[in-house]
């Protein structure tokens, strides 16, 4: 903008500068600096995405039949690698592998979380995963790891799979994944075939995270009372 000026004083210095023109130029000057800056944010913004795909490697995250990670800042000053988009491949890439197993698209996956500070943000990173592929997100909201798996075999759910978002005892700075299927975990060898999905799928915004909410935790809990009851068989029950 400025060079445009300066032009233009330049090259009329005692002469009387049209306002139409002058606008004209400046509005053309304008016009192609806010293209310009435009195209270099873009171009900035993929090459930063694509660093960040190679500097990722999701097979770091990979803890045995879990996922695990640093989640949000800490005073050990630990580098933050259980992102948001960490999630999102991860989630994306347990509905292609479950896909794959099952042999179909429309498949229901339900998540949930711990009590951890960044359970629900992670949550909500898990579901624009699930739903990338076409797969359907229910919201099981603040749940168990049993209660996780169970949704899977329980009536009236039965869903597909699930997604349990903790790292049980580890410290509060961190955060993981635990996936489940009707026939249980995920095994290590199954993990890792997640990690190579994920490292190959591009998913771009925006993002949808959209999830029904379930309230599995009040089916799980009469589950439970029930099996007690009937374990105990006690005649006030």
């Known amino acids: ?3 445009f000026i300066m032009y233009t004083i330049v090259r009329n210095p005692n002469k009387h500068v049209n306002p139409k023109s002058f606008g004209r ?7 192609f600096l806010t293209k310009k800056m435009y195209n270099e944010i873009r171009m900035q913004k993929t090459e930063s995405v694509y660093r960040r795909k190679q500097e990722m490697k999701y097979s770091d995250l990979q803890n045995g039949s879990d996922i695990r990670g640093i989640a949000m800042e800490n005073e050990w000053n630990e580098t933050v690698n259980l992102t948001e988009d960490a999630v999102r ?4 890439a347990f509905a292609v592998w479950l896909s794959k197993r099952n042999g179909r698209k429309n498949l ?7 009590s951890r500070l960044t359970g629900e943000r992670l949550l909500q990173a898990a579901f624009t ?3 990338s592929q076409g797969a359907k997100s229910l919201n099981l909201g603040l749940a168990s790891t049993p209660a996780m798996f169970m949704s899977t075999v329980l009536d009236p759910c039965h869903f597909d799979g699930s997604i349990m978002i903790t790292a ?6 961190r955060n993981g994944m635990k996936f489940f299927t009707p026939d249980g975990g995920l095994e290590k060898d199954e993990i890792k075939e997640l990690t190579e999905i994920a490292s190959g799928l591009t998913l771009t915004e925006p993002f949808d995270a959209a999830a029904d909410k379930v309230d599995f935790m009040s089916v799980y809990e009469s589950y439970l009372c ?3 009851k ?8």
């Open 1 to 3: 903008l400025l060079p």
């Open 25 to 31: 130029g400046l509005n053309f000057s304008l016009c």
């Open 89 to 92: 491949h991860l989630a994306g």
């Open 108 to 114: 229901h996956i339900a998540a949930g979380h711990d």
């Open 129 to 131: 995963g699930i739903n």
């Open 168 to 173: 049980s005892h580890l410290p509060y700075h």
């Open 226 to 228: 029930n099996r007690i």
């Open 230 to 237: 009937k374990g105990v068989n006690a005649s006030d029950y």
